[in-house]
């Protein structure tokens, strides 16, 4: 028998006394195997430039042709190579950072990205993977659009019944997963991608419905959301809009819930040994539920902050590869909510800066998404990262279990 003061997180995250040699021993442990778990994120995506690189070399016609010389001159096949990926990589920051309104397209890039990581990686904790996120984000904004569109409300009551009814949809939409893991066993995997499917198929139904579609219109498109619902801009100078808050306050929440919470320490605890965790009194299928609930809304948040921010109507797909995205940030932050911030940051200046990149010299907008896939490959696959760096397995540190219950019922 356990009592509820024994499954205090705080109590379990620090059993020696404060100050104790031990305790501090402890603490320059955990210090020294998060700065090293950097390492293997880092060397990844410095590996994935670098391959890319050499992609954007000989996808080049002109690099090509300074190539066909090589032997009888090296030099120019060499500084033709540098000043293209030089250039480009130059362009792709200069249209992510190199202005207020650069900086600005990034942060309103990264919200949904951040926000659908975050999902990921709370289930990741509590030993799931959430594959549905591209579900439960449209379920959200298909919630939200309704209230932006059926409710004339004044804006300060209409925007935060609008985010509720995202989260409330999302919550739903992860719930279901949540309960057949629990209640039957069904693979969350199987049951949250085919749940993907589903929400496309709900959204192309909701949008052929005078419901949702625009009365002027015969094509699937909801009309414009009105002002009242829309996210205000935080500056004028930087035009960026609450969402970019509202992303970082839920990061900080999630940190605090997983490091700071019973219902957080719950998680990490069934998701490391869901049988030890049940022997202790915890309620394993209620975790279980309650972790998809909770990442599901995270989801539907990041849907509505689409919605009520850089794209102010539905349409069909509706931003469904942020979902599939959302599973690379939440590997490379290794299911850490403050990882995932950064992760998402780089995402978002990658698709942000892409276009201009593509404008100022002609490399193809591909590239980023080959960049972003190399990215989850190196992550994914640490022994390719050890293998090229010739680094050891200690130097990458243990990073995240992410598989601790994979297939468990």
């Known amino acids: 028998m356990t009592d509820e003061h024994a499954l205090d997180p705080m109590d379990a995250a620090d059993p020696l006394d404060a100050g104790s040699p031990e305790e501090e021993r402890d603490r320059l442990g955990a210090v020294r195997a998060s700065v090293l778990g950097l390492v293997g994120p880092l060397l990844a995506i410095i590996t994935a430039l670098g391959v890319g690189a050499i992609i954007i070399v000989f996808s080049d016609p002109d690099t090509l042709d300074a190539w066909s010389s090589f032997f009888s001159d090296p030099a120019g096949a060499l500084d033709a190579s540098w000043d293209l990926v030089f250039e480009s990589y130059a362009a792709l920051f200069e249209s992510s950072f190199g202005s207020t309104g650069a900086i600005a397209r990034t942060l309103v890039q990264s919200v949904p990205l951040v926000l659908v990581g975050l999902s990921v990686a709370l289930a990741f904790q509590a030993g799931l993977f959430n594959i549905g996120g591209a579900g439960q984000l449209i379920t959200g904004a298909i919630c939200a659009a309704w209230v932006g569109i059926h409710l004339d409300l004044p804006a300060v009551v209409h925007l935060p019944i609008a985010l509720v009814a995202g989260v409330i949809g999302g919550a739903f939409w992860g719930g279901i997963v949540g309960v057949?893991?629990?209640?039957?066993?069904?693979?969350?995997?199987?049951?949250?991608?085919?749940?993907?499917?589903?929400?496309?198929?709900?959204?192309?139904?909701?949008?052929?419905?005078?419901?949702?579609?625009?009365?002027?219109?015969?094509?699937?498109?909801?009309?414009?959301?009105?002002?009242?619902?829309?996210?205000?801009?935080?500056?004028?100078?930087?035009?960026?809009?609450?969402?970019?808050?509202?992303?970082?306050?839920?990061?900080?929440g999630c940190w605090y819930l997983l490091r700071r919470t019973t219902i957080g320490f719950r998680m990490r605890a069934v998701g490391a040994n869901p049988r030890a965790a049940g022997y202790a009194g915890m309620g394993v299928a209620a975790t279980t539920i309650s972790a998809m609930a909770i990442a599901g809304a995270l989801s539907g948040l990041g849907g509505t902050s689409i919605l009520l921010g850089s794209t102010p109507r539905l349409s069909g797909g509706f931003f469904a590869s942020v979902g599939f995205d959302a599973i690379a940030l939440a590997l490379l932050g290794r299911a850490n909510p403050l990882g995932v911030v950064f992760a998402g940051l780089l995402f978002g200046a990658l698709q942000a800066g892409s276009t201009g990149m593509q404008a100022q010299t002609s490399t193809p907008i591909d590239i980023i998404f080959v960049i972003q896939a190399l990215i989850i490959v190196f992550v994914a696959a640490p022994a390719i990262i050890r293998a090229i760096w010739r680094v050891r397995e200690t130097r990458l540190g243990t990073g995240q279990r992410f598989s601790a219950r994979w297939g468990a019922t």
């Open 180 to 252: 057949l893991k629990a209640r039957t066993g069904a693979h969350e995997v199987i049951t949250s991608i085919m749940l993907n499917f589903v929400a496309l198929r709900l959204l192309d139904y909701a949008l052929s419905t005078d419901t949702f579609r625009r009365p002027d219109r015969t094509n699937p498109i909801s009309p414009t959301m009105p002002d009242s619902v829309r996210f205000p801009e935080l500056s004028g100078e930087f035009d960026i809009h609450l969402g970019v808050a509202l992303a970082i306050v839920v990061a900080l």
